[in-house]
């Protein structure tokens, strides 16, 4: 039976996403899943995103790691469904919808997604790393020469580490380039490898630079690989809120697969 299925990436994250309204995928089926997700035998995806129905919001998003099990929060996913809705003609312009960590705000303009996150009220600052939770868990470490950081390596030792059980957690490694501007690399589990983009680490890492004084303004710019994201928030005493993801989402190409 043959599929359609469309690729869109935002900052060089992508994913493979799938129109089931009609609630034809198997989510079930990890293998399929996977397949897909395969660079060279598949489709090549950093993930797959389901949009779905939903009874509350204009839609719902379903993600899954590259590995084919479904997974937390996947911010560049969030923002990158938000464009594939509005080629659907699901919205225009602004939308809320559900995902696993519950409604979020976005808005569109001209392939520009703007993505607002959960509040972050909790942030563990440990002598060598920071820690906290943006929809998906993310460990934050301040690095040197990040251009010649061996990302792979010292993050799959850090997210196999004694530090977490065996859920594991995203790492995140940034280099400070001014007082809101940061460079930062990913290692993302699931994926198991470095990503080019991480929307969930980007904003994750912008709470965490305020919050040790290394950023002054409430509004970060974060230097990927693939690109530039910016994430924009407001502090309270309990921890940050209004935490807006903000970068460009694009379509690479629209296709057909059997499985």
Not at 28 to 39: G, Q, S, V
Not at 53 to 66: G, H, Q, R, S
Not at 177 to 191: A, I, M, P
Request: aromatic share 10%; charged share 20%.
């Amino acid at each position: 039976m043959t599929h359609t299925f469309y690729k869109y990436q935002g900052t060089g994250n992508d994913f493979v996403f799938i129109d089931n309204r009609q609630e034809q995928f198997n989510k079930n089926n990890t293998k399929l899943i996977a397949h897909l997700c395969d660079r060279r035998f598949g489709i090549g995806a950093d993930g797959l995103i389901l949009l779905e129905n939903d009874a509350t919001a204009d839609f719902k998003m379903v993600y899954f790691n590259a590995d084919g099990n479904e997974s937390t929060m996947c911010g560049n996913g969030g923002r990158c469904i938000v464009a594939f809705a509005e080629k659907l003609n699901i919205i225009n312009g602004k939308t809320t919808f559900n995902a696993i960590d519950g409604i979020h705000e976005a808005t569109i303009n001209d392939g520009f997604v703007k993505l607002k996150m959960q509040d972050v009220d909790t942030i563990k600052v440990n002598k060598d790393h920071t820690f906290l939770n943006t929809g998906s868990p993310h460990h934050v470490a301040l690095v040197n020469n990040i251009k010649q950081f061996d990302v792979k390596t010292e993050g799959a030792a850090i997210r196999y580490g004694d530090l977490y059980d065996a859920a594991g957690t995203n790492v995140n490694f940034v280099e400070p380039l001014d007082n809101s501007t940061f460079s930062v690399r990913t290692y993302e589990r699931g994926v198991e490898d470095e990503t080019l983009s991480c929307g969930t680490g980007v904003t994750a890492v912008a709470l965490a630079m305020h919050t040790l004084k290394k950023a002054n303004t409430q509004e970060v710019s974060l230097n990927v690989e693939g690109g530039t994201l910016k994430v924009s928030f407001e502090k309270t005493t309990n921890g940050y809120k209004n935490i807006w993801l903000q970068g460009p989402a694009t379509l690479v190409f629209k296709g057909e697969i059997e499985w």
